[in-house]
């Protein structure tokens, strides 16, 4: 009877919930509906499975917490449809697919890889918040993450580096004194272009002004994360980076290195909150030619703009960009046409399906290599 009362309270409660969530149904997003969702929950059968009150509350719990993540994932699709150049006005960050498989949508119906038939760019995804850190006298304060238990993004950043291209951000980091090469576990100080015998893996801030590179217990203790936490995060990044180089050595590319980022579901379950293997998250290269956005990087650090940001931010760390006060210059046509031939190409030759009319990438690659060189 007590395990009954209980159900009966949590079910108005539920109910009362997805009231005030029925406004998203019509964008079609929420698979089944949410009063779906509260139905299974809440049927006789799943009343029998889970006799005890305390798991009735928990399952009933989890209930609540899908149907508003998933009501938050039909908002952001209206948003989408809508959209204009000028980007969100709110942060929502998306987990691509579910249940471990990449979701793609094609005429308004979820299909695998496999099954698209062209180009799209509409996602199935699963939704969690973006909870700002506090800013207090120039600091961040992450204190809220200490009351935050689930569906959220981990504030990090964890990048994997398979080799030190020149660019790379330990350089610069080991010029300033603020990185001790010898803690990356080397035997000598590293050169740029050195492929290293086992991968590294680094850490940083995701939600400031500026990513900074953080100590693993650093990284700790901002997002609130436990011990085995992190080191679930250092297998699954290590795994990541194994699976991107077994499909890009194919194609003739170093993978140099690259970033991933990660939330925890309604359960505290730490979930892929990222795309991987794209030529945004990774760095590649061919023959000493940068294959990723790292192309656009090397033209703009030659403008007086790129080197106008850096100071700002060495001046004011949080809010840099109310001290710059040039643009940056567009890039050239030709740059720009070489640089979309790239993602294209990339794309074709890593699915090897032709999604698109490109010329094979080490083609475009060599373009670009004698465009960055005059």
Not at 12 to 39: E, K
Not at 111 to 121: C, F, I, K, Q, T
Not at 306 to 319: G, I, L, S, W
Not at 333 to 344: C, D, R, T
């Given at each position: 009877m007590h395990a009954q009362a209980?159900?009966?309270?949590?079910?108005?409660?539920?109910?009362?919930?997805?009231?005030?969530?029925?406004?998203?149904?019509?964008?079609?997003?929420?698979?089944?509906?949410?009063?779906?969702?509260?139905?299974?929950?809440?049927?006789?059968a799943e009343v029998r499975r889970q006799p005890r009150r305390g798991r009735i509350e928990q399952a009933l719990e989890a209930a609540i917490d899908r149907a508003t993540a998933e009501a938050a994932a039909a908002a952001l699709g209206d948003r989408l449809r809508s959209w204009q150049p000028g980007g969100f006005e709110e942060p929502v960050v998306a987990v691509i697919g579910g249940e471990g498989s990449t979701a793609v949508v094609e005429d308004g119906r979820v299909?695998?890889?496999?099954?698209?038939?062209?180009?799209?760019?509409v996602l199935q995804f699963k939704a969690v918040r973006v909870v700002h850190p506090a800013t207090t006298g120039g600091r961040y304060d992450y204190s809220v993450y200490r009351h935050e238990k689930?569906?959220?993004l981990i504030p990090l950043e964890i990048i994997y580096r398979n080799s030190l291209p020149e660019g790379s951000s330990v350089f610069k980091r080991i010029k300033e004194g603020s990185l001790d090469w010898r803690k990356l576990g080397l035997s000598e100080e590293p050169k740029p272009g050195q492929i290293l015998d086992e991968p590294?893996?680094?850490?940083?801030?995701?939600?400031?002004?500026s990513d900074r590179y953080l100590t693993w217990e650093e990284g700790r203790e901002i997002a609130a994360l436990t011990e085995g936490e992190v080191e679930t995060l250092k297998r699954?990044?290590?795994?990541?980076?194994?699976?991107?180089?077994?499909?890009?050595?194919?194609?003739?590319?170093?993978?140099?290195?690259?970033?991933?980022?990660?939330?925890?579901d309604e359960q505290r379950k730490i979930m892929l909150v990222d795309a991987v293997g794209t030529l945004d998250e990774c760095r590649f290269s061919y023959r000493d030619i940068p294959v990723s956005k790292e192309i656009a990087r090397?033209?703009?650090?030659k403008s007086a703009w790129?080197?106008?940001?850096?100071?700002?931010?060495?001046?004011?760390?949080?809010?840099w960009k109310a001290h710059v006060s040039g643009k940056p210059e567009p890039m050239p046509?030709?740059?720009?046409?070489?640089?979309?031939?790239?993602?294209?190409a990339f794309t074709n030759e890593l699915t090897k399906k032709e999604w698109y009319p490109a010329p094979r990438l080490r083609d475009v690659l060599e373009k670009i290599r004698s465009y960055l060189a005059g």
């Open positions: 209980a159900l009966a309270h949590r079910r108005h409660r539920l109910g009362d919930r997805l009231a005030r969530l029925q406004a998203h149904r019509q964008t079609g997003l929420v698979a089944g509906g949410l009063q779906g969702v509260a139905d299974h929950l809440v049927d006789a299909v695998s890889l496999s099954e698209l038939r062209g180009p799209v760019n689930s569906c959220f590294i893996l680094d850490i940083s801030t995701k939600l400031e002004a699954t990044v290590l795994a990541i980076n194994r699976l991107i180089t077994e499909k890009t050595v194919p194609l003739g590319l170093l993978h140099e290195d690259g970033k991933v980022e990660f939330g925890f090397i033209y703009y650090r790129f080197q106008e940001t850096e100071e700002a931010k060495k001046k004011e760390p949080v809010n046509g030709e740059l720009v046409e070489g640089i979309s031939l790239a993602y294209k």
